[in-house]
């Protein structure tokens, strides 16, 4: 089988990571948090050769959902995100897009579960709740490539901020402890903001810990 590979584009004022991955020397790929301009990324995956096969969201606030719909329509994939109790997506006041100043809704095709495992395009990873920084935050593990891409659960020696509508800073720590730190130390983790770390050093060095 052709090896998993993932690719970021830093994209929107907010310097968000939206995520590519796909199989070595294959078109089909799955994107992580389009954050804006979802046209424009969609256009610069096409002349790169990949078709867009799923959008997986690793939560519903306004600079990771932006370009959602866009790339939806452009592309035909389906959209996946957490199933919570606050669906921040189809909520302009909890996904913080009203007060950004572009009310934004979108809602999803799928809802998936804690645990579930998602294939996409030949591609599976399993789907990992990690609330508090929102109530629907979760993190998807690609377990055969060793990496996960956590949106704003856990940053580069930095957590998510937990001040905005459904955060918690307690529930988060729980999420960190029990779901991030319990993976093998060499996994990769690839964050909404910023650039990549690994279990180990955050268990080591990060100051939240």
Not at 60 to 71: E, M, P, V
Request: contains cysteine; charged residues 25%.
């Amino acid at each position: 089988m052709a090896e998993l590979k993932i690719g970021r584009m830093v994209i929107g004022m907010y310097g968000t990571n939206c995520y590519l991955v796909y199989r070595e020397g294959r078109q089909e790929a799955i994107v992580v948090d389009p954050a804006d301009k979802g046209e424009q990324i969609y256009e610069a995956l096409r002349e790169k050769g990949f078709t867009v096969s799923g959008i997986l969201l690793t939560h519903g606030h306004f600079d990771h959902i932006w370009g959602t719909k866009a790339l939806r329509e452009k592309s035909g994939a389906p959209i996946y995100a957490l199933d919570a109790e606050a669906k921040l997506c189809e909520d302009d006041g909890l996904n913080v897009s009203r007060q950004a100043g572009r009310s934004y809704t979108v809602v999803p095709d799928v809802y998936v579960r804690d645990g579930e495992e998602v294939c996409i395009a030949d591609i599976t990873c399993k789907v990992i709740a990690t609330p508090g920084h929102t109530a629907d935050s979760c993190c998807y593990y690609f377990e055969e490539a060793g990496f996960v891409v956590c949106g704003d659960t856990i940053f580069f020696e930095s957590v998510g901020r937990t001040d905005l509508p459904t955060g918690s800073g307690g529930t988060l720590e729980r999420s960190i402890r029990e779901r991030i730190f319990t993976l093998p130390d060499s996994v990769q983790l690839y964050p909404g903001h910023g650039d990549s770390t690994t279990v180990e050093h955050e268990k080591k060095y990060n100051p939240f810990f």
